[in-house]
C-alpha cells in the first residue's frame, strides 16, 4: 500500500475529492483544507493499494494536480485496517504484481546520473573481475558481478524506450558506454601494474581457464542466460522483489566480460579480447530486450485488468 500526499488549490479541491472517493483501491481519505503553505491550497491524504496506485496517480496527473501542487507517494509497511483489506478486496488484481509506473521511472531515473560512485563501483567491480579471470577464480567473478552497478542504468533504458523518454534513454546509454569504457582503460592499467610488480602474467591468461572461459567465449546459451536475467531483473524492479535482483546480478556476465576485454587487450591476445566483447554486446542487448519485452507484457496486463474492472456486470 501506498500513502499518498496531495497539495491542490482550493478550486481544485472538491475535484481531486471526487476523484479519489470514487476509486474502490483508496481508503483513510483525509482533507486539512487551507493546509499547505507551499505550494498554497489544501493538504489531502489518502492511503492507496498498489493495484489502483498506477491508475491514481495517472488521473491526478490528468487533471493537472502535478504542475498546480503536487504528489507525493511512501510505501506503507503495516496497515492495520478493515478499511484498508476492503480496500485491497475491491482492486483488481494483486498487489504483488502491481506496477506503479511513475515509482518506476523516478527510481531508475536515478540510476542513469553518470557520479563518482557509479564510476568507482564499476571501476572496482571491473578491476576484480579481471584478477578473477587471471587467476580463474569464479568467487571473484561473482563478487565482481554483484558490486557492479550496470543494471541501474539498463533498467532506465528499458523503462525510457517504452515511455519513450529521450533524454533517459541518451542518459541510460552514456552512464553505460562511459561506465564501462573508464572501467576497460582503469583495468588495462591495473593489469600492467600488477604484471610490473610480478603479481600477473600473461602465460596466465593464456593458460588452461575452465571455471571463467565462458566469459570470452559465447554461444546461444550466453543470449539464453541474457534473456531470463532481463525478465528476472525487471519483474524483481517491478515487483519490489530487491532479493530477487542479487541473483540477477550473479546471472549475466557484463562485468566480467568487460574485464576479460581490457586484461586480453593489456596483454595483446586479441581474439579473447574480440569474444569477450562479443560476450558483453551478447548480455546487454539481450538484457534490454528481455526487460523491454517484461514491460511490455505487464503493462498490457494491466491495461486488460482495468478494462475489465470497468466493465458492468452482466444481468
Same mark, same amino acid.
Given at each position: 500500500m501506498l500513502h499518498l500526499r496531495?497539495?491542490?488549490?482550493?478550486?481544485?479541491?472538491t475535484e481531486v475529492v471526487d476523484l479519489l472517493s470514487a476509486e474502490a483501491g483508496v481508503t483513510h481519505l483525509a482533507v486539512l483544507p487551507g493546509a499547505?503553505?507551499?505550494?498554497?491550497?489544501?493538504?489531502?491524504?489518502?492511503?492507496?493499494?498498489?493495484?489502483?496506485?498506477?491508475?491514481?496517480?495517472?488521473?491526478?496527473?490528468?487533471?493537472?494536480?502535478?504542475?498546480s501542487g503536487g504528489i507525493a507517494a511512501e510505501d506503507i509497511e503495516l496497515t492495520i485496517s478493515a478499511a484498508a483489506d476492503r480496500a485491497a478486496d475491491r482492486a483488481p488484481g494483486s498487489g504483488a504484481d502491481a506496477v506503479v509506473w511513475d515509482e518506476i521511472a523516478a527510481k531508475t531515473g536515478e540510476q542513469t546520473e553518470l557520479s563518482g560512485t557509479y564510476l568507482v563501483l564499476i571501476v572496482v567491480a571491473t578491476m576484480i573481475a579481471g584478477i578473477g579471470v587471471l587467476l580463474d577464480q569464479p568467487i571473484l567473478i561473482?563478487?565482481?558481478?554483484?558490486?557492479?552497478?550496470?543494471?541501474?542504468p539498463l533498467a532506465a533504458l528499458c523503462v525510457a524506450l517504452l515511455?519513450?523518454?529521450?533524454?533517459v534513454i541518451g542518459r541510460s546509454v552514456q552512464a553505460l558506454v562511459v561506465g564501462f569504457l573508464a572501467a576497460m582503460v582503469a583495468t588495462v592499467l591495473s593489469t600492467w601494474a600488477l604484471t610490473a610488480a610480478g603479481l600477473v602474467s600473461r602465460e596466465m591468461l593464456l593458460a588452461e581457464r575452465p571455471l571463467t572461459d565462458f566469459i570470452w567465449r559465447p554461444d546461444a546459451l550466453s543470449w539464453v542466460v541474457g534473456l531470463l536475467a532481463g525478465v528476472a531483473g525487471m519483474l524483481s524492479l517491478t515487483s519490489k522483489k530487491s532479493g530477487s535482483l542479487v541473483g540477477v546480478l550473479?546471472?549475466?556476465?557484463? #562485468?566480467? +566480460? =568487460?574485464?576479460? $576485454?581490457? #586484461?586480453? +587487450? =593489456?596483454?595483446? $591476445?586479441?581474439?579473447e579480447a574480440g569474444g569477450s566483447a562479443l560476450q558483453l554486446v551478447i548480455n546487454l542487448g539481450a538484457i534490454v530486450l528481455a526487460g523491454l519485452l517484461t514491460?511490455?507484457?505487464?503493462?498490457?496486463?494491466?491495461?486488460?485488468?482495468?478494462?475489465?474492472s470497468r466493465r458492468p456486470a452482466a444481468g
Open positions: 496531495v497539495i491542490t488549490p482550493e478550486s481544485r479541491s499547505a503553505r507551499q505550494p498554497q491550497g489544501d493538504l489531502i491524504l489518502c492511503d492507496v493499494v498498489r493495484e489502483s496506485a498506477d491508475r491514481v496517480l495517472r488521473e491526478l496527473r490528468r487533471i493537472g494536480v502535478d504542475t561473482v563478487g565482481a558481478m554483484v558490486v557492479g552497478p550496470e543494471f541501474g515511455r519513450r523518454r529521450l533524454g550473479i546471472s549475466v556476465t557484463t #562485468v566480467p +566480460a =568487460a574485464a576479460n $576485454v581490457a #586484461v586480453a +587487450a =593489456a596483454y595483446g $591476445v586479441w581474439h514491460l511490455v507484457v505487464q503493462q498490457l496486463w494491466w491495461w486488460n485488468l482495468a478494462r475489465r
